[in-house]
């Protein structure tokens, strides 16, 4: 299955600075995908990051506030800007394939002061 | 009926113990059936996955139920032990490692000895 790395694995933000996080995995995947967790909370999709286009976003999420870039198969970015104390939370990258589930990363542990 | 319900929102077995998770859906589009376990700090790990042509799927100590007519599917834990003591998530999605998946709300399982 394939290996996840986020980075960072934590921060401490000031509200109103952006945050990027990177995602790379240790083999080519047809898709990549960004999940928020809200401390003791589900998993929520934010949006599939699709390799040479545009992300698609779910519903509530919008491009301007969580931009995501994807510039390959095997690594991708999302940012959180304008930041404000509601979107401190856990960041989470998974990957999969049509022959793999979908694996996780360990995810990035943000929080706004 | 993007929806995945999931109970009980907590468990508390003791060790040796059967621990029950169960799970519901709507959309029959669905057509594979994860569950994740997730330690604090970490991300989701794949646990154990079925489709709905197969009515049981077994690995080791953990089985999954799975039940399309009713449209439910479960997690035995069988001889439960400390070591198990996580959140567990059951999931579904359309297409396995493709498509978005959508959670449960989860359930903390706590095995004492």
């Known amino acids: 299955s394939a290996v996840i790395s986020q980075k960072p694995s934590r921060d401490i933000c000031q509200r109103g600075t952006s945050l990027t996080i990177q995602c790379q995995v240790d083999?080519?995947?047809?898709?990549m995908f960004w999940y928020r967790q809200q401390p003791g909370q589900s998993l929520t999709l934010i949006a599939t990051?699709?390799?040479?286009?545009?992300?698609?976003?779910e519903s509530g999420f919008v491009i301007d506030k969580f931009p995501i870039s994807r510039p390959n198969l095997t690594f991708s970015t999302l940012t959180v800007s304008n930041m404000s104390p509601e979107d401190s939370s856990i960041y989470l990258c998974?990957?999969?394939?049509?022959?793999?589930?979908?694996?996780f990363g360990d995810g990035t542990r943000l929080s706004i002061l | 009926q993007q929806q995945v319900k999931q109970s009980p929102q907590s468990l508390i077995v003791q060790k040796g113990g059967i621990s029950i998770i169960n799970c519901a859906y709507e959309?029959?589009?669905?057509?594979?059936f994860p569950w994740y376990q997730q330690f604090p700090g970490k991300g989701p790990a794949l646990l154990i996955a079925?489709?709905?042509?197969?009515s049981e799927k077994k690995e080791g100590r953990f089985t999954i139920s799975f039940n399309k007519s009713a449209k439910q599917f479960s997690l035995h834990i069988m001889d439960s032990q400390p070591g198990d003591s996580a959140t567990y998530f059951c999931?579904?999605?359309?297409?396995?490692?493709?498509?978005?998946?959508?959670f449960g709300t989860g359930t903390r399982l706590q095995v004492f000895p």
């Open positions: 998974s990957a999969g394939n049509s022959n793999q589930p979908q694996h």
């Open positions: 083999s080519q995947v047809t898709m």
């Open positions: 990051a699709n390799q040479g286009s545009e992300a698609t976003y």
């Open positions: 959309n029959t589009a669905f057509d594979y």
């Open positions: 079925i489709r709905p042509d197969v």
């Open positions: 999931a579904a999605t359309r297409r396995r490692g493709t498509d978005k998946l959508i």
